[in-house]
């Protein structure tokens, strides 16, 4: 595609309740990362591919979030049994090359859980 | 641990003013650098991108400059214009951390016509 699509682009989700949030890399970007970030602050790390592996998932904050991307180009950031805490804007990234490649975004994420 | 931080914080400007926004890092094993702009409720928009061989990168009226010996990049404005209004991020790829780029918390910037 043309660019990093995602969606949906708000979800309002009662605590307690999984949401999944999808990515859609540019064509042929090997790199995908997932980014949250929260209001007046910079992204921060969440978990990284290249093609269908999911090299780093440091940045995860609980078990709570699991992210998978089976065949290498759409990604899906679950969470399950979401807390207030959750509450966030969350930013999907994809990398043409490893390293050296610039990294372009899409609109973002934004969670809400009441 | 890679520490990005950005200053200003907060920036307000004259329309048609040259500015210069900041950004530190405290490990200078990087492989590059990047800078964003974040419009409210959007994604980021990628301006510019430095490799760590690379000294400065140019596009239009903006230049942004990389000292990795210092750990500092700059992101110059020329001739600011009231469009330019947005939040301004620096990423940096660091060869320490896998292939996660930290990001700056972002320098809000307000041009006044």
């Known amino acids: 595609g043309a660019g990093v699509s995602q969606s949906p682009r708000y979800k309002v989700a009662k605590r307690g309740q999984d949401v999944a949030l999808r990515c859609d890399p540019i064509s042929g970007h090997v790199s995908l990362f997932w980014y949250q970030q929260a209001l007046g602050q910079g992204p921060e790390f969440l978990t990284y591919f290249q093609n269908e592996a999911q090299l780093d998932k440091s940045g995860l904050p609980s078990d709570r979030f699991f992210a998978e991307r089976p065949e290498g180009s759409v990604s899906t950031l679950k969470i399950q049994r979401t807390q207030q805490e959750d509450s966030a804007v969350y930013l999907c990234?994809?990398?043409?090359?490893?390293?050296?490649?610039?990294?372009?975004f899409g609109e973002g994420s934004r969670l809400t859980v009441l | 641990k890679q520490e990005v931080t950005q200053i200003p914080a907060a920036l307000s400007v004259p329309e048609g003013e040259n500015l210069v926004l900041n950004c530190s890092f405290t490990d200078s094993a990087i492989y590059n650098l990047q800078w964003f702009r974040q419009d409210p409720g959007k994604g980021l928009t990628s301006l510019l991108l430095i490799q760590s061989s690379q000294r400065e990168q140019t596009s239009g009226r903006l230049n942004a400059s990389l000292d990795k010996s210092s750990g500092r990049s700059t992101l110059y404005i020329a001739a600011s214009q009231p469009g330019d209004s947005a939040t301004y991020l620096c990423?940096?790829?660091?060869?320490?951390?896998?292939?996660?780029?930290?990001f700056g918390p972002g320098t809000r910037l307000s041009v006044l016509p």
């Open positions: 990423a940096v790829g660091s060869l320490d951390y896998g292939q996660n780029f930290v």
């Open positions: 990234a994809s990398q043409r090359v490893r390293s050296t490649g610039e990294l372009f």
